[in-house]
């Protein structure tokens, strides 16, 4: 079965500086990653995703995320905060030998000040 | 293009009550999905479609939840009776595939808040 751990329920950053999310897998095989963000009283968007390739994926809004198999990691990052990106953020990931099924990891709430 | 469509977005009952809930896919969405997401926790598969069948539904209290899928479009998820421990945000989803290709994206809709007093 695969799992999803996001280290750390809440991260506080300051407006211009980096946001660096935390997203570890467990899989016997490497599935499909993806981040998705959720705005207060919305539905998820989906942020970035990787499937196959390059392993640093660019997503919307400046993120991107990094797949790193030897780690079994797909950290969220952007290098400059801004104050738009405060909300809740989950990594998700499906697998790769057929089905739709997501499994989502707890979710990381960024609050960002000035 | 429009979204995955949900209602109502709030509601309030008392347990052992019932209630339900409305989804509008995407159009041309084949897939559709029901998730559970309590308070402090991601997203939890509850059910999915492929058009009007049933792939998945192993994580679906069956003996309180229901959902039905007519004519391979809108769908509806049911709760009778209603617990304490469903107070949730029930969010639909949709894609457009049936198979679990690597260019297949879920959308979501914004979610009922359900709350059980």
């Known amino acids: 079965a695969q799992s999803v751990t996001q280290l750390g329920s809440h991260v506080s950053v300051s407006e211009g500086a980096l946001v660096l999310l935390r997203c570890n897998y467990s899989s016997s095989v490497p599935p499909y990653l993806f981040w998705y963000v959720q705005y207060p009283n919305q539905g998820l968007q989906l942020l970035l995703k990787?499937?196959?390739?390059?392993?640093l994926v660019k997503g919307i809004n400046g993120f991107e995320a990094e797949f790193k198999k030897s780690e079994t990691s797909f950290h969220l990052t952007k290098p400059s905060a801004h104050m738009s990106d405060a909300a809740e953020y989950f990594c998700?990931?499906?697998?790769?030998?057929?089905?739709?099924?997501?499994?989502f990891g707890t979710g990381t709430q960024l609050k960002v000040e000035l | 293009e429009a979204g995955v469509a949900q209602s109502p977005r709030y509601k309030i009952i008392e347990k052992r009550q019932s209630v339900a809930f409305w989804c509008n896919p995407i159009s041309g969405h084949a897939t559709l999905y029901w998730y559970q997401q309590i308070l402090g926790q991601g997203p939890k598969l509850l059910i999915q479609f492929q058009n009007n069948g049933v792939v998945d539904d192993s994580q679906l209290p069956k003996d309180r939840f229901s959902a039905e899928r007519l004519k391979g479009v809108d769908s509806t998820l049911k709760i009778q009776p209603a617990k304490l421990e469903d107070s949730a945000v029930y969010l639909c989803?949709?894609?457009?595939?049936?198979?679990?290709?690597?260019?297949?994206?879920?959308?979501f809709g914004p979610g009922t808040r359900l709350t059980v007093l």
């Open positions: 989803a949709s894609s457009l595939l049936t198979s679990g290709s690597s260019t297949d994206t879920q959308y």
């Open positions: 998700a990931v499906r697998p790769t030998g057929g089905g739709n099924k997501l499994t």
């Open positions: 990787y499937t196959t390739g390059a392993t």
